[in-house]
């Protein structure tokens, strides 16, 4: 019988080792998040993803200023790049302001498309707004456009080029 209620003693000692560990846990999550509650509420910070943004965006997908950037591996037509960027509640780049710019120049490689095209003489992008001439000059001729070194280009929306997504994480939620 003895050996009975040591085993019982044993098992009581183990679940509670696991308690406390849950506990733990619980308090480092608590801690984790009101640090990050802290360090993002002031406004000197909100440019500044103190903690990371990884969630705000699918997996794969780049974080900058309060967006979310696709890259693709493989080659479309602009339509289908458009409808693939579509596929996952994106669209092509919209470029909004030039840090923007400047930074998807950075990043992309080998001329992607992006959410740029031209209607009646006009460009506009994919969100319906019409191109602000001040943030850039389009090259070319054609009427889909590409990001390249230089700036922004149009060629032949029939032809296929890697392409880049952006989505606001605003919409995103």
């Given at each position: 019988m003895a050996g009975h209620g040591t085993a019982r003693h044993g098992k009581g000692l183990?679940?509670?080792?696991?308690?406390?560990?849950?506990?733990?846990?619980?308090?480092?999550?608590?801690?984790?998040?009101i640090s990050c509650i802290q360090f993002v509420n002031p406004p000197l910070a909100k440019d500044l993803p103190v903690c990371p943004p990884l969630e705000l965006?699918?997996?794969g997908w780049l974080y900058f200023q309060k967006k979310c950037?696709?890259?693709?591996?493989?080659?479309?037509?602009?339509?289908?790049?458009?409808?693939n960027c579509s596929s996952h509640n994106a669209s092509l780049l919209v470029i909004e302001n030039p840090q923007e710019l400047s930074f998807m120049m950075k990043i992309t490689k080998q001329d992607p498309w992006i959410g740029l095209y031209k209607r009646n003489e006009e460009f506009f992008w994919?969100?319906?707004?019409?191109?602000?001439?001040?943030?850039?000059?389009?090259?070319?001729?054609?009427?889909?456009?590409?990001?390249?070194?230089?700036?922004?280009?149009?060629?032949g929306c029939y032809l296929t080029r890697k392409w880049v997504c952006s989505l606001n994480i605003n919409s995103a939620q």
């Open positions: 183990f679940s509670n080792i696991w308690l406390w560990r849950a506990v733990a846990g619980v308090l480092t999550a608590a801690v984790i998040l965006c699918p997996p950037y696709y890259l693709s591996d493989s080659e479309a037509d602009w339509n289908s790049s458009q409808s994919v969100n319906g707004k019409a191109l602000d001439n001040e943030l850039f000059e389009v090259k070319g001729s054609g009427s889909c456009a590409y990001l390249e070194s230089k700036g922004v280009s149009v060629s």
